[in-house]
């Protein structure tokens, strides 16, 4: 575990403001998001990035409920696209929606939510991770997608501030007039150049990025919360230092975190007092170097295979 040194976040007081302030570098706002998003400037956003809420359990065992559950979150969207900055990016993080066992893979019905919009999508990022619940009637599901809108053609994209290590830095090209010469980038690779798969026409890129589940060590209460690092790639790909960075369903806001840890403002929306309460203990744990943090550059943890934990049980091992 590892927490952040208050000296590296010279720009920000600690304070989180109630309310926006065009100068302010932190502010959470209490209550529905379609109130609390009207009262925000035009274009001020230059990335929203959000797991919007999958509460669609019970109430949603209609055949038409997957359709009035977007219909419901529609003029969030909308207010969502007036905020956000003609050069900004929104990316909406999304898993499936399980009904009597069938299988309903959200992000695909919100692409053509999105694209009415005239948003333009710029990728579809798959977060895979490698724990979770055992399936039995179909394969387990271990992966969630991140769909990256632009709002228009000219973005930003700090590819330099996000490339991880190459595998092979000191590949040469063999042949041609470079012949001889490196072939890689001395600051590593494009992290989504990592294609793992080819499923029909989608490139699907691997996000190794442990889950937030019970033994990470930024782990809260709320059930479905944002690691950190996921939002950290978004923060420094997609913004510039002082820019805005939104979250309309802020959570225990690990977005938000996110964006102050590079410097970048934050704003949430959050209904949940608890959830708004946990977010302001979040950031004074931050302010005060205490926050649990896993890094962006630390490696997913393999095993050796000399933990007993990765061993063949001996119970096991007659039958294997
Ligand atoms: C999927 S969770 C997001 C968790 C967040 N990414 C984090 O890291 O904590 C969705 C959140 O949206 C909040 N929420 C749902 N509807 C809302 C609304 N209309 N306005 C504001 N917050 C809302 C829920 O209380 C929940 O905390």
């Given at each position: 575990?590892?927490?952040?040194?208050?000296?590296?976040?010279?720009?920000?007081?600690?304070?989180?403001?109630?309310?926006?302030?065009?100068?302010?570098?932190?502010?959470?706002?209490?209550?529905?998001?379609?109130?609390?998003?009207?009262?925000?400037?035009?274009?001020?956003?230059?990335?929203?990035?959000?797991?919007?809420?999958?509460?669609?359990?019970?109430?949603?065992?209609?055949?038409?409920?997957?359709?009035?559950y977007l219909q419901a979150l529609d003029p969030i969207v909308a207010q969502l696209v007036k905020v956000l900055a003609k050069d900004g990016s929104l990316c909406w993080q999304v898993g499936n929606y399980v009904e009597n066992?069938?299988?309903?893979?959200?992000?695909?019905?919100?692409?053509?939510?999105?694209?009415?919009?005239?948003?333009?999508?710029?990728?579809?990022?798959?977060?895979?991770?490698?724990?979770?619940?055992?399936?039995?009637?179909?394969?387990?599901?271990?992966?969630?997608?991140?769909?990256?809108?632009?709002?228009?053609?000219?973005?930003?994209?700090?590819?330099?501030?996000?490339?991880?290590?190459?595998?092979?830095?000191?590949?040469?090209?063999?042949?041609?007039?470079?012949?001889?010469?490196?072939?890689?980038?001395?600051?590593?690779?494009?992290?989504?150049?990592?294609?793992?798969?080819?499923?029909?026409?989608?490139?699907?890129?691997?996000?190794?990025?442990?889950?937030?589940?019970?033994?990470?060590?930024?782990?809260?209460?709320?059930?479905?919360?944002?690691?950190?690092?996921?939002?950290?790639?978004c923060v420094l790909a997609l913004t510039n230092e002082d820019d805005w960075v939104l979250d309309p369903f802020s959570g225990v806001g690990s977005a938000l975190l996110a964006a102050v840890l590079h410097n970048r403002?934050?704003?949430?929306?959050?209904?949940?007092?608890?959830?708004?309460?946990?977010?302001?203990?979040?950031?004074?744990?931050?302010?005060?170097?205490?926050?649990?943090?896993?890094?962006?550059?630390?490696?997913?943890?393999?095993?050796?295979?000399?933990?007993?934990?990765?061993?063949?049980?001996?119970?096991?091992?007659?039958?294997?």
């Amino acid at each position: 575990m590892q927490s952040v040194d208050p000296v590296l976040l010279p720009f920000w007081n600690g304070r989180v403001e109630q309310a926006f302030r065009p100068e302010a570098r932190a502010v959470m706002l209490s209550g529905d998001c379609h109130e609390t998003l009207a009262s925000l400037p035009r274009g001020f956003a230059k990335l929203i990035i959000t797991s919007p809420p999958y509460n669609l359990g019970k109430a949603y065992e209609k055949a038409t409920a997957l359709e009035e559950y977007l219909q419901a979150l529609d003029p969030i969207v909308a207010q969502l696209v007036k905020v956000l900055a003609k050069d900004g990016s929104l990316c909406w993080q999304v898993g499936n929606y399980v009904e009597n066992s069938e299988v309903f893979p959200l992000d695909i019905f919100y692409y053509p939510f999105f694209k009415r919009y005239g948003l333009k999508l710029r990728n579809r990022i798959i977060w895979h991770f490698e724990h979770g619940l055992h399936a039995s009637k179909r394969f387990s599901g271990r992966y969630e997608v991140l769909l990256w809108f632009t709002k228009g053609d000219k973005f930003t994209f700090n590819l330099d501030a996000v490339r991880v290590p190459s595998k092979y830095p000191g590949k040469r090209h063999y042949k041609g007039p470079k012949v001889g010469k490196l072939s890689g980038n001395p600051l590593g690779k494009n992290p989504s150049d990592y294609w793992q798969i080819v499923v029909r026409d989608w490139e699907i890129a691997l996000w190794e990025i442990p889950n937030v589940k019970n033994n990470h060590p930024e782990k809260t209460l709320h059930p479905c919360q944002f690691p950190i690092e996921l939002v950290e790639r978004c923060v420094l790909a997609l913004t510039n230092e002082d820019d805005w960075v939104l979250d309309p369903f802020s959570g225990v806001g690990s977005a938000l975190l996110a964006a102050v840890l590079h410097n970048r403002r934050a704003m949430g929306c959050e209904k949940d007092d608890e959830y708004l309460r946990i977010a302001t203990q979040r950031f004074a744990d931050l302010r005060a170097g205490r926050l649990p943090y896993r890094p962006l550059t630390r490696p997913v943890y393999r095993p050796t295979g000399r933990e007993k934990i990765s061993q063949m049980p001996i119970e096991w091992q007659a039958k294997a």
